[in-house]
């Protein structure tokens, strides 16, 4: 601590914890990722009263602070206590609300925006090597002659292969970047290095495109998460599906496995898109400090969905949980799966003048009928709890049970080989994509015809390494395709979809 900050006022050396106290009861500025209002925006500042705050509790935690900082046997940071002190705080609350530092909020609003810099490339580290595994098409990346496969030794100065490193690093330089332009350090195939000037642009992170068509009825869409663009991806994926279909009404597999949530606005613009009518409840939020808020549908739906399945696991959480509630309380499709996740609280961003900001818990997700979302967690009340934990749908009456997170009406669980697994990814980077030339996609999928290099993989499945390599040279599109064909719940769906009258179908236990 310098001379000069020892003169500051200890109000001004403490403001982020002060602040941080004063979001713990409710009051500063913030935004509601659940309100459709604040769409396009990731952060709204709202006024507050100064003079409702209460004043003990604050008073003493300063004083112990300014009286370690002045009086403690060593130098102190008192930044850092005044982060530790948030973190303890918001620890005590719930599972969800946390201290955000500078550096994770401008990661969170990429993540919310579904844009962000970058050259076009997804890459993994395997062995403290930085390996390219797919190449966004004409992309910057791809136009500079950057391939699957091929290593990032260095960006500027800086090295990223061949000690260790993670993404966070690589992606606090290209932030950092004073130019559009990365200097990059390469090695492609046979071990050439290259240097290489890639100019920089905007990504949209892909959330919502990946989609085909199965057997000319059934259209299926995966979303990966809810960004501000989510909504667009989902639309186009929609109009897509209905030129292959050639018809406006076709049957939806809504694909929500290992979804985390994320912004809610757009999940209501998506269930706007499944119900036709108008004014249809499909979720509210309810908190101590927060009126009952109901969000309900625009009657503004473009195509003429028929039958819905909705593919939900123990990862699909938040967001996912709201269109999978909406779905099963309506009788409007059927949940097929995992009981999910149980992430249901409406949280705020309170920025902090300093940097930084609190993830804040304001009130409750429920779906239509009523049932809280969240999945019970140690609290000091149990307001959280609902007495009765039976729920009935608000169409055909069915009994539906509430123990936090959403039942499926026909649960599947989803087998390992079936899930995504990284060290497929590792050893296609590793032993295959820096060695071989791209290969043919029907040779690919057709699992008939052998592939020399997939000799020594061990434990890991040829239909995992084949499904790396498709993606790797061919993208998400045709990944999905080749490697749900054996998929037990997408078999399934389609099987529901095949009934005249699937929730009829499954009333009389046809499932």
């Not at 309506?330 to 309170?350: A, P, T």
Request: with cysteine; charged share 25%; net charge negative.
């Amino acid at each position: 601590m310098t001379s000069g900050d020892s003169t500051q006022s200890n109000y001004k050396i403490f403001e982020p914890f002060l602040l941080a106290i004063s979001m713990v009861i409710g009051m500063f500025l913030g935004y509601n990722l659940f309100d459709a209002k604040n769409d396009l925006s990731l952060l709204v500042t709202n006024e507050f009263d100064s003079n409702t705050l209460p004043s003990g509790g604050i008073g003493r935690i300063e004083e112990i602070i300014r009286i370690v900082e002045n009086s403690y046997v060593d130098k102190v940071d008192s930044e850092e206590m005044s982060k530790d002190a948030i973190v303890s705080i918001v620890q005590q609350l719930d599972p969800h609300s946390s201290y955000i530092s500078p550096q994770e909020l401008e990661e969170y609003n990429q993540r919310m925006e579904g844009v962000y810099k970058g050259i076009g490339v997804e890459s993994k580290f395997v062995d403290d090597s930085l390996f390219v595994n797919y190449v966004i098409p004409n992309s910057q990346a791809e136009k500079a002659g950057i391939n699957p496969g091929d290593i990032i030794l260095n960006i500027g100065s800086d090295t990223v292969s061949g000690r260790s490193k993670d993404h966070t690093f690589v992606e606090s330089i290209i932030r950092s970047a004073d130019s559009n332009t990365l200097s990059l350090q390469v090695k492609s195939k046979h071990e050439k290095i290259q240097n290489l000037n890639v100019e920089l642009e905007e990504i949209t992170a892909q959330s919502a495109s990946s989609h085909y068509l199965i057997d000319g009825n059934h259209g299926y869409i995966k979303i990966k998460r809810f960004s501000a663009n989510t909504y667009d991806q989902f639309f186009k994926s929609l109009e897509s599906l209905s030129d292959l279909a050639k018809k406006d009404d076709f049957n939806l597999i809504l694909d929500l496995r290992d979804n985390p949530g994320g912004f809610v606005p757009q999940t209501l613009r998506i269930l706007s898109q499944l119900f036709n009518s108008k004014d249809k409840l499909l979720s509210y939020t309810i908190g101590e400090h927060r009126k009952r808020k109901e969000y309900k549908s625009t009657g503004r739906s473009f195509y003429n969905i028929q039958n819905i399945v909705i593919l939900i696991n123990e990862n699909s959480a938040s967001a996912s949980e709201i269109i999978a509630g909406a779905i099963q309380d309506w009788d409007r499709g059927i949940l097929l799966g995992e009981r999910s996740y149980g992430k249901g609280l409406v949280q705020e961003i309170f920025p902090l003048k300093r940097g930084g900001a609190i993830r804040l818990t304001v009130a409750r997700y429920a779906t239509p009928s009523g049932r809280f979302i969240q999945t019970p967690y140690e609290i000091k009340n149990d307001e959280q709890l609902q007495e009765d934990s039976t729920f009935y749908t608000l169409k055909l009456k069915r009994e539906i049970k509430n123990n936090g997170g959403i039942l499926p009406d026909i649960t599947i669980e989803q087998l390992e080989e079936d899930k995504y697994q990284s060290k497929a990814t590792e050893f296609v980077c590793k032993h295959i994509l820096p060695y071989y030339d791209k290969i043919e996609l029907e040779y690919l999928q057709n699992e008939s015809v052998s592939l020399p290099f997939l000799i020594d993989y061990s434990s890991i499945q040829e239909r995992q390494l084949r499904a790396e390599l498709i993606y790797s040279w061919y993208g998400e599109i045709p990944y999905y395709e080749y490697f749900q064909k054996r998929d037990p719940m997408l078999r399934k769906a389609v099987e529901i979809l095949s009934k005249k009258d699937p929730l009829k179908s499954l009333a009389s236990n046809e499932f």
